[in-house]
């Protein structure tokens, strides 16, 4: 079956812009959680959702934000980038959260 | 707050050698533990994970686990390593419901031919 797929895979925008990522989960799956990955802070949650809910999330500031539509599908969305938010995006799948996590390969965003 | 030990930032080991990387978690409840690994230029790759019985869990590609619920730890082990085992390995423990997964900071291994 097909794997996580994100889109797209790199991104660069100006400081100030905003962005929306997206993720696909695996068919079935209908948790989606987002992490970022950088060398200084290494992977961190940003949040996840269920069935459209965001359930939880990480310590980020507000601009960072996210949605899950009906088919599991799911965009985080950053407003007024900043330099400090380059980063490699990763969503995950799982088919009720908590129990094993497939990952996409990421979106590479670079703020310029 | 939980938080995920890993000791080692950096290894170096030989072909053949045996490998243990250790890490430890803080959660005190009940804890789902994994090990994912990344390979140069790949994606986050589920090596082995733990939810509950056997505390020895055994993954892929011969890599092998014990969680010591004892000692907070859950050290990721492997008898004989080799060169294609060059990647980033990390620890993740996750509270089994909505919170996410607690990395650790992962991990570089590079085995030498």
Same mark, same amino acid.
């Given at each position: *079956?097909?794997?996580?797929?994100?889109?797209?895979?790199?991104?660069i *925008?100006?400081?100030?812009?905003?962005?929306t &990522?997206?993720?696909s989960?695996?068919?079935?799956h209908r948790?989606?959680?987002? #992490?970022?990955?950088?060398p200084?802070?290494? &992977?961190?949650? &940003?949040?996840? #959702?269920?069935s459209?809910?965001?359930?939880? *999330?990480?310590n980020?500031?507000?601009?960072?934000s996210?949605r899950?539509?009906s088919n599991?599908?799911?965009e985080?969305?950053?407003?007024?980038?900043?330099?400090?938010?380059?980063?490699l #995006?990763l969503?995950?799948?799982? &088919?009720v959260g908590?129990?094993? #996590?497939?990952?996409?390969?990421?979106?590479?965003?670079?703020?310029? | 707050a939980?938080?995920?030990?890993?000791h080692?930032h950096?290894?170096?080991l030989?072909?053949?050698?045996?490998?243990?990387?250790?890490?430890n978690y803080s959660?005190?409840?009940?804890?789902?533990?994994?090990w994912?690994?990344?390979?140069?230029?790949?994606?986050?790759?589920?090596l082995?994970?733990y939810?509950?019985?056997?505390?020895?869990?055994?993954?892929?590609k011969?890599?092998?686990a014990?969680?010591i619920?004892?000692k907070?730890?859950?050290?990721?082990?492997?008898?004989?390593?080799?060169w294609?085992d060059?990647?980033?390995y990390?620890?993740?423990?996750?509270?089994?419901g909505?919170?996410?997964?607690?990395?650790?900071?992962?991990t570089?291994?590079?085995?030498?031919?």
């Amino acid at each position: *079956k097909a794997g996580v797929t994100q889109t797209p895979r790199y991104l660069i *925008k100006t400081r100030g812009q905003q962005v929306t &990522l997206s993720c696909s989960p695996i068919s079935g799956h209908r948790s989606v959680s987002w #992490y970022q990955q950088t060398p200084g802070q290494g &992977l961190q949650f &940003l949040f996840e #959702y269920f069935s459209e809910t965001q359930r939880n *999330k990480g310590n980020f500031p507000g601009r960072f934000s996210g949605r899950q539509f009906s088919n599991s599908r799911s965009e985080m969305n950053v407003s007024t980038l900043e330099l400090g938010d380059s980063a490699l #995006y990763l969503c995950a799948s799982s &088919l009720v959260g908590g129990h094993g #996590y497939t990952f996409g390969s990421g979106t590479r965003l670079t703020v310029v | 707050a939980q938080s995920v030990s890993q000791h080692n930032h950096h290894v170096i080991l030989s072909e053949a050698a045996s490998l243990e990387l250790g890490c430890n978690y803080s959660y005190g409840g009940t804890v789902n533990l994994f090990w994912y690994v990344q390979y140069p230029g790949q994606h986050l790759q589920l090596l082995l994970k733990y939810f509950s019985g056997d505390p020895l869990v055994k993954g892929i590609k011969g890599f092998e686990a014990e969680f010591i619920k004892s000692k907070f730890s859950f050290n990721l082990r492997k008898p004989s390593v080799q060169w294609s085992d060059t990647a980033e390995y990390f620890c993740a423990e996750g509270g089994g419901g909505a919170d996410g997964l607690t990395f650790g900071k992962g991990t570089h291994l590079i085995i030498q031919p």
